[in-house]
């Protein structure tokens, strides 16, 4: 402690001011802009409920996702690789129908799916229901 007394004044403000600027770099480096991860069960509400579709037909396709996510649990991951669905800009297409002999028409529905910050489409899903 005396050692450290005994320096001259100007080196204790130069030491003092390296570790100020290192200790400022640091802290300015961490990533504390970058927003925290949300929960599991606010992702799968955002995925369900953002955006919802007023057409009786994709609120059902919603419904039957949910029921496949609380099997399978493939939210999180949709969410991380392609973003969340705009149920309410989805396409149905009505009377398309695979084979020429029968009557029954499918209806297709593509539900496009875009990322939090970005506004274009990255993926569509595609549901055929017969």
Not at 89 to 102: E, P, V
Request: proline share 4%.
């Amino acid at each position: 402690m005396k050692k450290f007394l005994s320096l001259p004044l100007g080196t204790i403000i130069r030491f003092i001011t390296t570790i100020s600027i290192i200790g400022t770099i640091l802290y300015a480096c961490k990533k504390t802009d970058s927003r925290q991860d949300e929960s599991l069960g606010l992702i799968e509400q955002k995925f369900f409920y953002y955006r919802p579709s007023s057409e009786p037909h994709v609120q059902a396709l919603t419904a039957f996702m949910k029921r496949v996510n609380n099997k399978d649990h493939f939210v999180e991951k949709t969410v991380r690789q392609i973003g969340y669905p705009y149920w309410d800009k989805s396409i149905s297409i009505k009377g398309i129908s695979d084979d020429r002999s029968t009557s029954d028409s499918a209806i297709i529905t593509y539900i496009p799916f875009v990322r939090e910050r970005e506004n274009y489409v990255n993926a569509c899903l595609i549901i055929k229901a017969t």
